[in-house]
């Protein structure tokens, strides 16, 4: 039914074209936003470089993290400031396809990182005598690798899917002119390794650090114990909480002043990765101080 249908090259950017008369003050908070994300993570990531003190297992996931946010917003947040103050609000199918590429990587490089977090939080908390061994160079740095590969490969995947549908409309997949089925399989298992299975190790660590926890008779060593891995955890609720917030709601309030909705979708996904900065600065703080 679809082969009369003017096949599309490139796509419509919604952004936050609901609001037009508010477009040039998104644009001064969404481009400062963007600089303080980029000074901040940046500088966090040369301290933790350059501090020898530094060069252990969570400032490590840590710096990646940093890593991770500048590369996740950069992403998205260049192409969305100019098309705030272009009148030709489109980008071309290849421009999507990298885009959405890299965007998948950085996400699901972050859920299998904070995964690996939750591990060296368990192994630090339950395990420190044996942390040295367990927690190595030769270990923590394969574990990071692992998830930037398990990032990439989920993402090409995917990409290389969804870019060989063809498009009627100016929509990704809705408005696909072809049957979507193998691909919402792919999302659907991609989902379930890369986000749920990384959130369960997450709760089962934390369920075993909790109950470590508890079993610390002196309230200051409960105290540093869950300093030990605060940060981490702030990380966390953040991210999943953010995630939940966008992608789990009843699909009845979607359709309720949807573009106020909308607008608060992409500001909520903008001020999300701010959160590694803050926990970061948190452990380095707690770090320089404790000297």
Not at 232 to 242: A, E, Q, R
Not at 269 to 283: F, G, P, Q, T, Y
Request: charged residues 15%; contains cysteine; hydrophobic residues 50%.
């Amino acid at each position: 039914e679809w082969e009369n249908q003017t096949i599309l090259v490139e796509f419509f950017l919604k952004g936050l074209s609901g609001h037009p008369r508010l477009e040039l003050l998104f644009f001064v908070l969404i481009f400062l936003m963007y600089v303080v994300i980029l000074l901040g993570n940046g500088t966090l990531i040369l301290i933790s470089i350059l501090d020898p003190h530094l060069h252990i297992p969570m400032y490590f996931f840590l710096g990646n993290l940093s890593f991770l946010d500048i590369c996740y917003t950069t992403i998205s947040i260049p192409s969305n400031l100019v098309s705030l103050l272009s009148e030709r609000k489109t980008i071309s199918l290849s421009g999507c396809a990298v885009q959405m590429f890299l965007g998948l990587a950085m996400g699901t490089t972050e859920c299998v990182l904070l995964g690996m977090m939750s591990f060296d939080c368990y192994v630090a908390i339950c395990n420190p005598l044996r942390y040295p061994i367990i927690m190595s160079k030769d270990a923590y740095v394969p574990m990071a690798v692992g998830s930037w590969f398990a990032g990439i490969v989920n993402s090409a995947v995917q990409t290389t899917f969804v870019v060989q549908l063809p498009f009627c409309r100016n929509t990704v997949m809705k408005m696909a002119c072809a049957d979507i089925s193998g691909n919402e399989f792919i999302m659907l298992v991609a989902t379930i390794l890369f986000t749920l299975m990384p959130l369960l190790l997450i709760i089962i660590s934390y369920s075993l650090i909790i109950s470590s926890i508890l079993k610390i008779h002196s309230s200051e060593g409960r105290s540093k114990a869950f300093s030990t891995c605060s940060a981490h955890l702030t990380v966390v609720i953040i991210f999943y909480g953010t995630i939940l917030s966008m992608y789990m709601k009843p699909k009845s309030k979607e359709t309720f002043n949807s573009d106020d909705l909308d607008a608060t979708n992409k500001i909520i996904s903008i001020l999300r990765n701010k959160d590694v900065k803050e926990a970061v600065k948190h452990l380095l703080n707690r770090r320089f101080f404790s000297k």
